[in-house]
């Protein structure tokens, strides 16, 4: 071994800040991109929102100066991206700007704007509401009714704090007369009381014990439906009608009527009224319309905000003596990244519009017809279609929702695998999965279809499925086998 000096060339790729900048929106959804731009605003003094009325006159000025294709291909990390995607990223210019050349082209500095939201909404009226009292707060309300001394009043109440939203009691009473330093047969005389609260079974700790609470309240003790209740639950659920009349020695009608009144008239989560609902409101990235007979892409930038370099330290960076070095330094970092930030953005929107582009050709049936036309297709038809990555078609395709004549769909959706179907070419799972719900849907309910049965009756239109694969597509649409689907 020797020690010696040698002269390399080689190719070395290089996240650039750009780069990893235009990585970053290029995944980000639309909520997330708002709350980026937001922070942006506040972090960078020469970034400043525009007013949504302003006049976009230096976007259409800078049209014709090259952007960076940053977005394009843009992968997480360079151990994911292949040679050719960073190439393309790599061999972009660098933002080394001459301050005083380009910004004396920009004209008076009225705004250079990024296209984006009207001025924002105010909340609807639904959002003013007061919120409705959750279920502890219900039940906390009618202990402080009852009267009672306060040594139950403390049992009741931690009782109440360990009801989930469903109404059941998840810890045991040892559990909480250890905690709340109280005996037993306190705990005990506690629960009986909140187990005499609205709603009817909260309080309960297993769906028995609910189900028998509502049974008496309802008026049903000492009749079949308490006997079902207590005794044969489990053959309710898996619809052994016969069994029970058999071990009961009733008629088959009597179980029948007993058991329509628990499965309609009881409820086995009694908290759920109460529950408060997440509300997801979707605001699509993509609008897909129809004019004439094709459709058109448009792109949704409402909300997003407008951004543009402030007036002020754009002619201030003309001024050769107006700051000194360490101020304009700073000024020239803040003035990069802003650039940077709104190229970004609008490399974004164009990569966005690219893609769903491909991805209305390639479904232009099922725009027309509905889900039983949608196509199998993968990431890499699109990326092949407009010459991009498909680590790229999967960042854009991430957290972005469209909104087409058939309805709201995430982006991801779009793409599915396939089944043959004979002379007519492949089909979408999707499609599969719509089939076999509607066939559930329209069968006879005392003759339910069996997984085989469906396979042979998809092998009839062309479609060759396994029978497990039924199976799986059934579990995902959460359809219950046919045992539990069976009705007499």
Known sequence: MDVRLELKLAQKLIMTPQLQQAI????????????????????????????????????????????????????????????????????????????????????????????????KELPSYEQTLSRRASLSEHLLWQLRLTASDETHLKGAEWIIGNIDEDGYLRASLDELAEQAGLPLAVMEQALAVVQLFDPVGVGSRDLRECLLIQARELDFEETLVELIIRDHLADLEKKRYAQIAKVLNVTLQDVMEASQIIIHEFEPKPGIPYADPDTHYVVPDIYVVKVEDRYVVQLNEDGVPRVRINPYYRKLLTRKDAVDKATRDYIEERMRSAQWLMKGMDQRNKTIYKVAESIVKFQFDFLENGISHLKPMVLKDVAE??????????????????????????????????????????????????????????????????????????????????????????????????SVRKRM
């Open 385 to 482: 279609d407009i010459s991009m990555h498909e680590s790229t078609i999967s960042r854009v395709t991430t957290s972005k929702y469209m909104h087409s004549p058939q309805g709201l769909f995430p982006m991801k959706f779009f793409f599915t695998t396939g089944f043959s179907a004979g002379g007519e070419g492949d089909i979408s799972s999707l499609t599969v999965k719509a089939a076999i719900q509607k066939m559930i849907k329209e069968e006879d309910p005392s003759s339910p279809l069996k997984d085989q049965q469906i396979v042979d009756a998809l092998k009839e239109r062309s479609i060759t499925i396994a029978r497990r694969t039924v199976a799986k597509y059934r579990e995902e649409l959460r359809i219950p086998p046919t």
């Open 24 to 119: 970053k929106l290029l995944q980000l959804s639309r909520l997330e991109l708002v709350q980026s731009v937001s922070q942006e605003l506040m972090e960078n003094p020469v970034l400043e929102e525009l007013a949504a009325d302003a006049p976009d006159t230096d976007a259409s000025e800078s049209e014709g100066e090259a952007l960076p294709e940053t977005a394009e291909a843009a992968p997480e990390a360079e151990g994911d991206r292949t040679a050719e995607e960073t190439k393309e990223l790599a061999a972009e210019p660098e933002m080394g700007l001459q301050w005083d050349e380009y910004l004396s082209d920009m004209g008076d500095g009225r705004d250079q704007g990024y296209a984006g939201a009207d001025e």
